[in-house]
């Protein structure tokens, strides 16, 4: 089975802050790796993806994540934190075994303090 | 840019009556999903669906649910009785096409049973 964990429920960082968010993944295939942002009462945004092409990856609003198989890891950055980023962020695996399904991480919640 | 559509925002209904929860998916996407989001916590898949059946559900997407394609832009989750634990984010997404490719995500329908 295939699987997120993302680690950290809250991250607080200060404006202009690098912003870091953890996920690890547990895939018995090559994955196929999201983020996606919630702002508050939105809908589910996509940030980017990863599947199988250049191991950095590159986003919307800044943000770029990085594939890494040694670590079984796609952490989730941006150089310069802004209040604007103030969101919830999930780690989330295409369910390659059963369907295709999305399969989400608990979520982090990010807080950018001025 | 087209976007997955959702209504209405907020349902409210009493325990035991049946609701129904509508989405427009992206207008050339074949494969249909819904999710939900209990309040703090993860996002979990309800049902996936492709030309007219279920392609995979969930152990929560029990009897009580069921979706229907009534027409050629519309996607509903139909919920028959409604208990305590089903109020929840309700999310509808869509796909163009099978295998592990990002989902578009509607706004969502915060579904409140009292």
């Known amino acids: 089975a295939q699987s997120v964990t993302q680690l950290g429920s809250h991250v607080s960082v200060s404006e202009g802050a690098l912003v870091l968010l953890r996920c690890n993944y547990s895939?018995?295939?090559?994955?196929?790796l999201f983020w996606y942002v919630q702002y508050p009462n939105q809908g589910l945004q996509l940030l980017l993806k990863?599947?199988?092409?250049?191991?950095l990856v590159k986003g919307i609003n800044g943000f770029e994540a990085e594939f890494k198989k040694s670590e079984t890891s796609f952490h989730l950055t941006k150089p310069s934190a802004h209040m604007s980023d103030a969101a919830e962020y999930f780690c989330?695996?295409?369910?390659?075994?059963?369907?295709?399904?999305?399969?989400f991480g608990a979520g982090t919640r990010l807080f950018v303090k001025a | 840019e087209p976007e997955v559509t959702q209504t209405p925002s907020h349902q409210v209904t009493q325990m035991g009556q049946e609701v129904i929860l509508r989405c427009v998916p992206i207008s050339n996407h074949l494969y249909f999903y819904w999710y939900r989001q209990i309040l703090g916590q993860k996002v979990e898949f309800l049902v996936s669906f492709y030309n007219n059946e279920i392609s995979e559900k969930s152990e929560i997407f029990d009897d009580q649910f069921s979706v229907e394609r009534p027409d050629g832009s519309n996607f509903t989750l139909k919920i028959r009785s409604t208990k305590l634990e089903d109020s929840a984010m309700y999310f509808c997404?869509?796909?163009?096409?099978?295998?592990?490719?990002?989902?578009?995500f509607g706004p969502g329908t915060r579904l409140t049973v009292t």
């Open positions: 895939s018995s295939v090559p994955p196929y």
């Open positions: 997404a869509s796909s163009e096409r099978s295998g592990p490719y990002e989902q578009y």
């Open positions: 990863y599947t199988s092409a250049a191991t």
């Open positions: 989330a695996v295409s369910d390659q075994t059963g369907g295709f399904k999305t399969i």
